[in-house]
């Protein structure tokens, strides 16, 4: 889900209201992680106890998955160590079961029932029982304002039942294939105990329960969120920490300096450029790679922009491989697709790459001077990007200029007041399908204002297809088309970066976040 | 520092008053003039020097260390620092220059009002100066910037909001004093208009204290830019400021300091200069004041 | 002092404080940026921006907002802030803890360092020693906090291992515990104060050891000791007082460099977010703490003032 690519940690920390509700929506983002561990970090069975001092970049806002600013890594992280999800995904995208055991489809994809682990209680006492899924997903339905959520989770949604005490079954308006994948897992799916929501309402993302591994202590915002073992977890040697703390350490360099000293004993950040930082003291560095690319989201309903040459000229007028090099430190990757390398139904499939020449074809075929101003969050590494893009587009003729928007982004967002917006997509990158929001006509994160009665029309024609293999020449229709008009231009592989002292047992990423993960993946050597 | 120690640096320079230092001008002031002529004499120039583009990125040349084609090397995206530092200047030396105009100009003329007058003008007045001394200073450099757009003049403008309450203490009560005094007095009896009281009479009395104080709020001035731009508050990207430089450099900071040391080192130095002057006008009017 | 003075006194402070709320309140009006947008996402739909603004009170008048808030804090009840749910006055509690005790901390460094500094400079006026403290004194003033920081942290927390590098831990948990949380943050904040107090004690010390009665005193054979710490001091320490109250003010809200780079959650970074998110709530009462506190901190210096210099009492 959702990190919080946009509240990067330096001195703009406190954007995190405003760009982390950015991050938000790209609740289905992340991507298989790509480690490398230059430090040693303990090995061999996890041990039990010790108090993890973790540093976080970005401010808390709220622990409740289904409240809309729910947006940053911070809140992610502490949310998914309160409460577990119906399932994870593991770095392929399959379903692993974790307070849910199946989901079977039924009625031609219309109808999933879903079978809960039986004994598992919320770290209050209540038992986790089919009712509970119920209240929640009705209640994700009538709040309307989880942003990390699939959208058709509350428009798709016809009713909810159970069939016994732990089965609860899905009726789905129309057939989706993919409803497990998208709408059982991540920060659709974190479970909260309905006797809290009740007593809490509102209250609830200050005094989060669920059935995770921690229970929550003390929200201090500003400062640190408090999280203590939860004694009757159901996996109980996976809750190997007795505290965590997670301390808001707002600049990063600090952070390393931090974890350096032993003032922390793990930090996460995002910018690659630390990472070198956090080498050269010997300090244990992780970099995730996430799925889902970032780069620019561009307003097809300018002028100039609304011609697909145009679009196609300002992706191969980057050069990513530079923009690696300069913004990420060579830590990142370029991007040229929009899902990850491995997925069938992008092999062979890109935007433009790096041709100057062809860029300036284009340009010269669409016959007009093309002006673009990039609107980019003044976040450092955003900052960089926009920058060296204003050069290569400048290089070949484009008239561009860059604006950094601070408090003020989210309503340009809005309101589509930009003409090309660069940062991370508001895409779920794991499947075609996920793709859907972003670029169906009018769809609810659909930014570039793109609309095609043709891809619609694929889009209608994937949802049914439940074998990945038989929706495979559909799925490629619609990647190939996308790459063709360019309502989206990938530039980079999003990363994340976890650093540690040698006494942490650091976590794998999270199956779809670069710098998310779930505690129950860290223990402390001593 | 920045706006932090707004009004401590001010406060403490007009009371400092380095009389170990008389009159004779020292190595330390020749080359405190010489350092800050060049630098606003480079600014002025800037465009007409053969100086790199400061916002052309060279991603084959990125972070690199002294050379001939860069000579104070290049930052994180291979822009030339020696024109980012001269270009930055210019910002630096506007908002050091122009705040500092503006709060001597505004600050002694109120600082006068309430020195000569009594009763609501004087309580006004104070009562005004209170409340920016009392207001958090980056709420308002914020809303100000905020509204205004990020720019040399929004900025320029709201730190030389800043300084008025500064310079208004530092008139007010030797104006004050000065209205006791006999051909003060004297004036007022023969019906002096009161303006023209304030500019041929008052003002000359105070202008070695009010220029000794804005040589050092000029610095501050710099310093405070500086700041801003570390918070991102200032002059907005791609535009170098001092203080943006320092903060970007920041990011490379383990592998290549001297990216964030090189500004850090021009604006240490421009500070420091603008002290040194400041230091010497006050042993000046210092030594002036006690030959009267 | 008398009382109606001091009564005098409060009232215009009341002046100052009620000015303060208009202007925030106004400032709050023109900031960029909207509650709503940063709470919501770039994804919220008008309907959902409205429904949000309706519950939190936006959609009244600007003027009827101001007046239900300074209805419910005369009243004690201060609201809470939409961006994160947590009670306005339970965060300026925890947060005015930090920014008190940092500022208390690095003014005692401060004066620690500087008055013997001062003192040892002034009587040494022109020797190397003076020199050196002077050379000192320009550079630190010169120096921007964040490379006072960036060095003291590496020397101090990553190499020696002497005190965190980030973090602040509350009172409740330990004033030990406390104290070295904040010593790295209070002693870059008491390296640049005590340039300014040096200078202007160091300065004040050498213009009274020029006065007459210090010669008298030298003459009477008192020890060059005696005559710095009961002539000297005193007189010269004055300007340093309204200095030091000045500061106080100035640095509870104003560390936000500070506060940022040693991850101290106090009251100017509470009031940089509130600013940047357009927290109406947060943002009229954070400013309006910052700046009763200046007001008071700067009255109990006023009266210091009249107490250790009795010539005042009936000025003004």
Not at chain 1, 356 to 368: D, F, Q, S, T
Not at chain 2, 47 to 59: C, Y
Not at chain 3, 184 to 191: R, S
Request: charged residues 15%; contains cysteine; glycine residues 8%.
């Amino acid at each position: 889900m959702l990190r919080s690519p946009l509240t990067h940690p330096r001195r703009r920390h406190t954007i995190a209201a405003g760009a982390g509700a950015l991050a938000l929506l790209l609740a289905a983002c992340g991507g298989p992680g790509a480690g490398s561990h230059p430090g040693a970090g303990p090995t061999g069975e996890p041990r039990r106890g010790g108090t993890l001092l973790l540093g976080m970049p970005v401010d808390y806002q709220t622990l409740d998955p289904t409240a809309p600013n729910f947006t940053s890594m911070t809140d992610y992280t502490a949310a998914r160590a309160i409460m577990d999800p119906l399932f994870d995904l593991d770095r392929r995208g399959n379903l692993v079961p974790v307070l849910a055991l199946s989901a079977t489809s039924s009625d031609a994809d219309r109808t999933f029932t879903v079978a809960l682990r039986e004994n598992v209680r919320f770290s209050d006492g209540t038992p986790l029982d089919a009712q509970a899924v119920v209240d929640h997903y009705k209640r994700l339905q009538e709040t309307k304002t989880c942003l990390g959520c699939d959208p058709r989770v509350v428009t798709d949604i016809a009713s909810l039942s159970t069939a016994g005490t732990h089965t609860v079954v899905f009726h789905l308006t129309q057939p989706w294939a993919k409803f497990p994948v998208l709408a059982l897992t991540q920060t659709a799916a974190l479970i909260p105990s309905p006797t809290a929501v009740r007593a809490q309402g509102d209250n609830f993302g200050r005094a989060a329960v669920g059935a995770g591994a921690y229970r929550l202590e003390r929200v201090a915002p500003g400062s640190a969120i408090i999280l203590v073992r939860n004694d009757t977890y159901w996996r109980p040697e996976k809750a190997n920490l007795d505290k965590i703390l997670i301390k808001i350490v707002p600049d990063t360099q600090s952070a390393v300096q931090s974890v350096q000293s032993g003032t922390l004993d793990m930090a996460v950040a995002t910018t690659p450029t630390l990472a070198e930082q956090a080498r050269g003291a010997n300090l244990q560095v992780q970099l995730n790679e996430g799925f889902a690319p970032e780069g620019l989201n561009v307003n097809t309903k300018r002028p100039g922009l609304d011609d697909a040459r145009v679009r196609a000229a300002l992706s191969a007028a980057i050069d990513r491989k530079a923009i690696n090099k300069a913004a990420y430190g060579n830590g990142s990757k370029p991007a040229l697709a929009l899902l990850a390398d491995d997925n069938p139904a992008q092999q062979g499939i890109a935007v433009p790459d790096y041709d100057p020449a062809a860029a300036r074809r284009l340009l010269a075929e669409y016959g007009k001077p093309v002006s673009v101003d990039i609107l980019a969050p003044d976040l450092p590494a955003y900052l960089t990007q926009a920058l060296l893009l204003q050069q290569m587009w400048k290089d070949v003729g484009v008239d561009a200029k860059v604006t950094a928007a601070g408090p003020t982004l989210n309503q340009a967002i809005q309101q589509r007041n930009f003409d090309v917006l660069l940062g991370p997509f508001f895409v779920d990158t794991t499947t075609v399908s996920g793709l859907q929001p972003s670029f169906v006509s009018g769809g609810f994160s659909n930014l570039s204002g793109y609309a095609n009665p043709h891809t619609d029309a694929l889009f209608a024609k994937l949802a049914p297809i439940a074998d990945d293999a038989q929706a495979l020449s559909t799925a490629r229709e619609i990647v190939g088309t996308l790459a063709r008009e360019v309502p989206v231009i990938p530039v980079v592989r999003k990363m994340g970066m976890f650093i540690g002292s040698d006494r942490v047992h650091l976590p794998p990423a999270d199956s779809r976040g670069v710098d998310i993960f779930s505690m129950t993946d860290v223990w402390l050597s001593r | 520092m920045p706006v932090d120690t707004l009004v401590p640096t001010a406060e403490a320079t007009h009371r400092d008053k380095v009389t170990t230092r008389r009159a004779r001008p020292g190595a330390a002031t020749a080359a405190a003039s010489v350092v800050l002529g060049t630098i606003v004499l480079a600014a002025l120039l800037a465009p007409v020097l053969p100086l790199e583009n400061p916002e052309h990125t060279d991603v084959s040349a990125l972070s690199a260390g002294f050379g001939a084609e860069h000579p104070l090397g290049t930052d994180a995206l291979g822009r030339d620092t020696l024109a980012r530092i001269v270009y930055g200047a210019r910002v630096s030396l506007t908002v050091g220059l122009g705040a500092t105009a503006i709060g001597a100009v505004v600050g002694t003329l109120l600082g006068m009002i309430a020195g000569l007058s009594t009763g609501w003008a004087q309580a006004i007045v104070m009562r005004l100066a209170d409340v920016l001394l009392a207001f958090p200073a980056l709420v308002l450099a914020l809303a100000v910037i905020g509204a205004v757009g990020p720019s040399a003049t929004s900025v320029t403008l709201v730190v030389g909001v800043l300084f008025v309450p500064g310079f208004v203490r530092v008139v007010q009560a030797p104006v004050l004093s000065l209205a006791q005094r006999e051909f003060v007095l004297a004036c007022r009896a023969m019906g002096m208009s009161a303006t023209r009281l304030m500019l041929r009479e008052i003002l000359p009395n105070i202008t070695g204290l009010v220029v000794t104080y804005a040589v050092t709020m000029f610095g501050l001035g710099v310093m405070i830019e500086g700041g801003l731009g570390f918070l991102g508050m200032s002059v907005p990207p791609p535009a170098p400021t001092w203080g943006g430089m320092i903060s970007e450099g920041r990011q490379v900071l383990a592998e290549h300091p001297v990216v964030t040391l090189t500004p850090t080192a021009v604006l240490v130095l421009v500070v420091l200069c603008a002290n040194v002057l400041g230091d010497r006008l006050t042993a000046v009017f210092d030594s002036r004041g006690a030959m009267l | 002092m008398n009382a109606r003075y001091l009564a005098g006194r409060l009232g215009q402070a009341a002046i100052v404080l009620a000015a303060v709320a208009v202007v925030t309140f106004v400032l709050g009006r023109i900031l960029p940026g909207d509650l709503a947008a940063a709470v919501l996402g770039p994804t919220a739909t008008p309907e959902q921006t409205a429904a949000f603004n309706h519950r939190i009170g936006a959609d009244h008048s600007a003027i009827e907002q101001f007046l239900d808030w300074l209805t419910a804090a005369l009243t004690g009840d201060l609201g809470t802030s939409p961006l994160n749910g947590q009670s306005v006055s339970a965060a300026l509690r925890d947060r005015a803890e930090p920014s008190l005790l940092l500022m208390l901390l690095a003014e005692a460094l401060a004066l620690a360092i500087a008055v013997p500094a001062a003192l040892w400079a002034a009587y040494r006026r022109g020797r190397p020693a003076d020199r050196i403290a002077n050379g000192a004194s320009s550079f630190l003033l010169a120096a921007p906090q964040f490379a006072i920081a960036v060095l003291l942290v590496y020397v101090f927390a990553v190499r020696l291992g002497w005190a965190p590098a980030t973090g602040y831990t509350p009172l409740a948990q330990g004033a030990g515990e406390t104290l070295r949380s904040l010593m790295l943050p209070a002693v870059t904040l008491a390296l640049g104060l005590a340039a300014v107090y040096f200078r202007v004690l160091r300065n004040g010390v050498i213009e009274t050891l020029r006065q007459d009665y210090i010669l008298a005193a030298r003459a009477q054979g008192l020890t060059p000791r005696e005559i710095l710490l009961r002539h000297a001091l005193r007189p010269a320490l004055l300007p340093l007082v309204t200095l030091v109250g000045l500061n106080f003010g100035v640095l509870i809200g104003g560390a936000v460099v500070i506060e940022q780079l040693f991850a101290i959650p106090g009251l100017g970074t509470y009031a940089l977010g509130a600013v940047r998110a357009k927290d109406f709530v947060v943002l009229q009462s954070v400013v309006l703490l910052i700046a009763a506190l200046y007001v008071l901190v700067n009255l109990a210096v006023e009266v210091l003032y009249g107490l250790l210099d009795p010539r005042i009492r009936h000025a003004r």
